[in-house]
């Protein structure tokens, strides 16, 4: 028995990668982005949370995937296998585990605390870091999974009902009933086909172990379950399951972005009534507005001329950044240090503390931020999230995140200091979401400065209310914020900002040696983002939301048709696919919209969107010298 398994080792590990790169266990599933997960008031609203429990082979993940796959309307979906959470294992355990004398059915044999925390952190919207459990070498191994961002959480394994802890953390409750005879034979079949054993040694371990754990632990919990499901033929009751949870998800939708810009408008009168200068309005805001010297104001002049050239633009948003971002480094700490001069005399100097600082770009347009953010701090690490507007809802979606590591690390995150940087804010609903994704990473508030050229006096007062600990850096304060109708694509700085600041990203971020054309700087972003998600082929898959976006690689066949129809087409192309952006579209549309301003003088397609005036134009497009 020990001769043949130990001679199963290397012919497993093989086997097991090849079945791990097909698995969608422990991935944030993300089709079309994430809507705000959270209130009006920045609180996270819970994600919606299934336990399935069962006998070993019984069908769970099976079913799990089928409600994955039910669901795919929904843009976050996690399966969380208990499989990852079986405890560590010591050398004589693991010699134990190959000899199959080990018990791995008891509920000891699973890390129950830890994967209640997880799966509390998940359910309350938190970043969660979970342990790699490798089959092949019946041990835990050495490094973890980074998981962020589901809205709805599968949650299968043998002992799923067990705990008391984690049966309060589930929304609704699963078991899937199976016969043993067929359990042992689809086990029989998954074990050697996929895990690499040999039938005596399974049925070795079924004997001792598996059955009567079944019998004794894994079968009672059933009495838990709020619905038992069947284990084969189960096709209607998986149909009525996914209603179910439909209907609750539904219930949960969450559309705020005019109530957020109503209530920054009345909280920002009820102060302007009380103040007796402009500044006073905001006094307890935590916000930093940089002196308005004549030659800040002569930037903002040049950056607001609708008749500026785009170089021009492009010297002084850069300019401007750098100032900014001056300012807001005086913001973060610093600590006395002594240095020796090359004449051997020592300095009392100041230096940063050793908080790492970050930068972290809202795409759209953060990016040039980026620039004068190195300029100050030449190895700052820089992040990104990609947040657009739902043209449907005009709600922000949350497309993809990349942000670094030592945000992703729950150790190292609480003394993370985050530069958020986006180029204006308007109803504040982005910036709203960026800050809601830090804090769930375990950023807190004062560690976060949002650096912005421009923000609407109604955006300021809605972000502080909801988090007033973060502060604020802008060169300006513009006065009005008003819903209008602008084009799909809109000139207008604003909400309304489109795909076009992917590409003004991608004017910042990628090098001109890899800028061949408009097409491939959308490409470059998407399978930048996709990729830096995407991990490394393991035995255990992982993680992360994981957008669609790479489905945009290949899609270059749209017509090239003229007239609103086509926009029309385009719309509803959006609709049919649940706001998938895709590489041919992000493109066309912006022909289009140049086009058309040529041909009529005006921008067909239009959509309501929330527009800062006087403003200072859509950088987008300006870093484009997109027509509009
Ligand atoms: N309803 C079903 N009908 C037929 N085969 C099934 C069904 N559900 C699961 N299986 C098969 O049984 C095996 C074990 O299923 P799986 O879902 O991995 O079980 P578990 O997660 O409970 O261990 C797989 O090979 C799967 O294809
Ligand atoms: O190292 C290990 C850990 C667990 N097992 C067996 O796995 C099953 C549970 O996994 P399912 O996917 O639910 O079948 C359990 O019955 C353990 O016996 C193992 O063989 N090696």
Known sequence: MSTQATSQRPRMSRRRTQAASRTDKNVVMASHGRAPWYGPDGKNIEAYVIGIAGGSASGKTSVARAILSALNYIPTVLILSQDSFYCAHTPEEVERAFRNELDLDHPDSIDMTLFARCVRDLKQGRATEIPVYSFVHHQRMPEKKYIYGASVIIVEGIMALQSEELRRLYDLKVFVNCDSDLMLARRIIRDTKERGRDVEGILDQYLRFVKSSYDNFVQPSSRYADIIVPGFSNQVAIELLVTHIKGQIDSRSLRFRNVLARMGQEEGDKAKAKSTCPTEEFQDHNLVLLEQTNQLLGIMTILRDEETERGDFIFYTDRLATLVVEKALTLTPFQPTTITTPLGVEYHGMAPTTDPLVGVSILRSGGPFSYGLRRVIRDVQIGAMLIQSDPKTGEPLLLSSDLPQCIKSRQESECVRVLLLDSQ??????????????????????????????????????????????????????????????????????????????????????????????????????????????TSEGEEETTIVESDMNEMNGMNDMDERDGRDEMDDNVLKLEQTEFRIQRSKVMEDLKFSRKHKNERGISPTLKRAWVVSPGMGHIGFVFLDVEV
Do not use: C, K, W
């Open 425 to 534: 804010m308007g109803t504040g609903a982005a910036a709203m979401m960026a800050i809601r994704v830090l804090l769930d990473h375990g950023i807190p508030q004062p560690n976060i400065i949002l650096l912005t050229f421009l923000v609407a006096r109604q955006g300021l007062h809605s972000l502080h209310r909801v988090f007033p600990q973060v502060r604020i850096v802008t060169a300006a304060v513009d006065q009005d914020l008003h819903e209008a109708q602008v084009p799909l694509h809109s000139p207008v700085m604003g909400e309304a900002i489109g795909e076009a600041d992917l590409a003004v990203h991608l004017v910042n971020e990628v090098s001109s040696s890899e800028r061949t054309s408009e097409y491939d700087l959308v490409g470059h972003l998407v399978n930048e983002l996709s990729n830096s998600e995407r």
